[in-house]
């Protein structure tokens, strides 16, 4: 029998079944141990520091028992602790992104995604540079500078170099004011020389979902194809940061097995990655299975409900306090709404998960990933952030400067990224009022640029945002701290 161990290469010891099970066998004889409850809620709260806050984060199994927790005023306390977590690293900011879908050709059986290869009725589609193009063209004239690029596992169909040239091509598309300024990359798990080429390309962050951790599971949710084979997706990771990637995104599907296995298991993987790499994951995303095409949510009996679903990303927020966390167009706006006040960071905006929507003029649904709940437009959720008392940030600088992987953390773990995130917003929000905005939304978003200005910490750093947000009224664009 495996045995748990956080700095093996080997899947089956640092997610180790046995150690989950005997979390969530703790987690369940403690969940009305105030005392240890109490403690923990003390561990994860954010403490004043000279340069700023410093949390301590939670081990998997501590975390566990907070999410076992049924105790109301415990729960209460935990969302409060969240939101304080929430002001103090990321403050009323939300980073904005797109997800770009560039190919549905896909040789695997994943059953809850309707990509799988035995879906013979949707029409398989791969864009080609010129489509990929008008594509970027199309996210930029709405405003995006952070894009997801997304495409089915196929050697032959979507190979490396069809991803290289496309990161490439999205790279050079300059339109109007338009640029997009990070390409992270959401492809299946490869070889070590493939992620050294993703990072030759100058992408932003590997994304790659882990959907389940639960292994028996992922063996009978992944019948066929590549992705079939648990350990080698398990440790894409370890190869990706092999690679030169410094920095790379988490997430699990939930909804496909036990919540409370997923949560340990998420945790754990970043606990991995940390002692073995010296820096934790850049994000964690939370998507929940949803309908598309040929899948049904209800078929999968591990289906979450909204409060879960809250405590579950509150808990995440407590644990990992240094990653962002990412919520899609998955989910409602109500949804959104709530989580955004509990942790998350970063938010996708006028999505469109088909390949070639962005082009199209209505929404196709035809080779959607899946159903997308919030269908405002990117004008309409920027306003609705601002007026929600968020600030909509479209910065992508942090990578441009070099400030990734141990150096981002180290930055973000001394509380002195707030000087770069929150002048990065309000010059990247201008931007986007100058040249994207409608009417409305410029108005609310000049009142918050205007009221937000005096709370730059930093004299200096307030003087020349300052200048660089009055410059932009003259037409010049891009500038970062
Ligand atoms: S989840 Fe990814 S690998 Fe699985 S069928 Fe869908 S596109 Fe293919
Ligand atoms: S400054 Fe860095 S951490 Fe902050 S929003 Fe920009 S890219 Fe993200």
Known sequence: MAIYDVKSNKAEEFINDGEIRETLAYAEANKHNEAL???????????????????????????????????????????????????????????????LYLSNYCVNGCVYCPYHMKNKHI??????????RAEVIALQDMGHKRLAIEAGEDPVNNPIEYILDCIKTIYSVHHKNGDIRRVNVNIAATTVENYRKLKEAGIGTYILFQETY??????KLHPTGPKHDYDYHTEAMDRAM??????????????????KYEFAGLLMHAEHLEAVHGVGPHTISVPRVKHADDIDPDAFDNGISDEIFAKLTACIRLAVPYTGMIISTRESEAVRSQLLRLGISQVSGGSRTSVGGYTEKERPHDTEQFDVSD?????????????????????????????????????????????CCHPNALMTLKEYLEDYASPETRKVGMEVIEREIPKITNPKVRQIAVEHLHDMEGGKRDFRF
């Open 242 to 259: 092999e690679g030169g990637i410094d920095d790379v995104g988490l997430g699990v599907l939930f909804g496909l097995e036990l919540y």
């Open 214 to 219: 639960h292994k028996e599971s992922y063996l």
């Open 123 to 132: 029409p398989r589609k791969k864009l080609t540079q010129e489509e990929v």
């Open 37 to 99: 409850i109490d403690q923990i809620l003390e561990k994860a709260r954010p403490h004043k520091t000279a340069t700023g806050y410093h949390c301590a984060g939670l081990s998997h199994r501590e975390a566990s028992v907070l999410l076992a927790c049924d105790i109301p005023e415990k729960i209460e306390k935990i969302y409060q602790i969240a939101e304080e977590i929430k002001q103090a690293f990321y403050g009323n900011r939300i980073v904005i992104f797109a997800p």
């Open 375 to 419: 269908q405002r437009t990117l004008d309409e959720v920027v306003r609705w952030l601002m007026e929600n008392g968020h600030i909509p940030s479209f910065c992508t600088a942090c990578y441009r400067e070099g400030r990734t992987g141990d150096r981002f953390m180290a930055l973000c773990k001394s509380g002195q990224i707030v000087n």
